[in-house]
Nanobody
Framework: QLQLVESGGGLVQPGGSLRLSCTASGFTLDYYTIGWFRQAPGKEREGVGCIDSSGGITNFADSVKGRFTISRDNAKNTVYLQMNSLKPEDTAIYYC?????????????????WGQGTQVTVSS
């Protein structure tokens, strides 16, 4: 079964940090661009950032630039979203998605594979 699984979400205070993981099973992420997305209650899903298959290109939404970074460890078949200086408005369900086509993930925000999401709550 081909799937992506996110982990690492939880409750954190404003200003805190979390690292989310996106791990693939049933296929290798080596040739895939990975995107991170989030959806807050009552809002549309938005793109957070994406990383190409080589890890050389990353894009981020303006709202998270300078606070979030994406990295990948192909040996572990995992991509990470490091989130620092978290704000209450970062509260959302975070999803990862994978696709072989960079533009499909990073521009069109679509992907062949999606995870089930992990909840991130930023609150004091």
């Amino acid at each position: 079964q081909l799937q992506l699984v996110e982990s690492g979400g939880g409750l954190v205070q404003p200003g805190g940090s979390l690292r989310l993981s996106c791990t693939a099973s049933g296929f290798t992420l080596d040739y895939y661009t990975i995107g991170w997305f989030r959806q807050a209650p009552g809002k549309e899903r938005e793109g957070v950032g994406c990383i190409d298959s080589s890890g050389g290109i990353t894009n981020f939404a303006d709202s998270v630039k300078g606070r979030f970074t994406i990295s990948r460890d192909n040996a572990k078949n995992t991509v990470y979203l490091q989130m620092n200086s978290l704000k209450p408005e970062d509260t959302a369900i975070y999803y990862c998605a994978a696709d072989r086509v960079f533009g499909k993930i990073c521009v069109l925000r679509k992907g062949d594979y999606w995870g089930q999401g992990t909840q991130v709550t930023v609150s004091s």
